[in-house]
């Protein structure tokens, strides 16, 4: 089981918020959550981006207790606790 998601987004409109002072890596295209806590911002010095591996409109991927829904509109995803993010290239909220 998985008690994390993160996405990240390589083409996006939106400016994602100031960078904390203890990120020394990347800062902005990744978002994540995790099971007990709100969607976030992610400091990575890596990334999950993977071209050959695109998941079609209308499915559902779930890991866990974690589930991601991918859309037209955007991907949303969320922990059993309801806790998760939307992103798309024109926005991204975090709840």
Do not use: Q
């Not at 960078?19 to 994540?32: K, S, T, V, Y």
């Not at 209308?58 to 939307?86: D, K, Q, W, Y």
């Amino acid at each position: 089981m998985s008690d994390s998601v993160r996405c990240d987004i390589v083409e996006h409109s939106w400016t994602p918020p100031p960078r904390p002072d203890a990120c020394f890596f990347d800062w902005g295209p990744a978002l994540g959550v995790e099971a007990a806590s709100k969607g976030r911002f992610v400091c990575a010095s890596d990334t999950v981006y993977r071209p050959e591996v695109v998941v079609p409109y209308g499915r559902l991927v779930r890991n866990g207790a974690m589930s991601c829904s991918v859309v037209p509109e955007g991907v949303t995803c969320r922990s059993g606790t309801g806790h998760g993010f939307f992103v798309s290239k024109e926005s991204y909220e975090l709840f």
